[in-house]
Nanobody, 123 residues
Framework: QVRLVESGGGLVQAGGSLRLSCAAS????????MAWFRQAPGQEREFVAT???????AVYTDSVKGRFTISRPASKSVYLEMDTLRPEDTAVYYC?????????????????WGQGTQVTVSS
């Protein structure tokens, strides 16, 4: 069992930065692939980034490449550093964990989810 709790969301102007955190609990956390998804009002949940362990293993959706960085230091936390934010990045951001350690980007392939944190980018 893995429990995930996100924090760090908020309101920021376009061009600004935010750092999201995901605190995980559970003895087997280290064996899970981790990811961030987001969901804007009226839209489906969208893949943002995923990492297994090293930053070299990170995979991003095209719209955030070069602006967002997912990291997973040797602790029970996963981070999403978001720079040069745009109004279209506005969404609820969710942390997720998957038992599948291969690269998976579909929401249905993730087993555990946090409650989400709101990110709002004003123009």
């Amino acid at each position: 069992q893995v429990r995930l709790v996100e924090s760090g969301g908020g309101l920021v102007q376009a061009g600004g930065s935010l750092r999201l955190s995901c605190a995980a609990s559970g003895r087997t956390f280290s064996t899970y692939r981790m990811a961030w998804f987001r969901q804007a009002p009226g839209q489906e949940r969208e893949f943002v980034a995923t990492i297994y362990w090293s930053e070299g293993s990170a995979v991003y959706t095209d719209s955030v490449k070069g602006r967002f960085t997912i990291s997973r230091p040797a602790s029970k936390s996963v981070y999403l550093e978001m720079d040069t934010l745009r109004p279209e990045d506005t969404a609820v951001y969710y942390c997720a964990a998957s038992r599948d350690t291969t690269v998976v980007i579909k929401a249905g392939q993730y087993d555990y989810w946090g409650q989400g944190t709101q990110v709002t980018v004003s123009s």
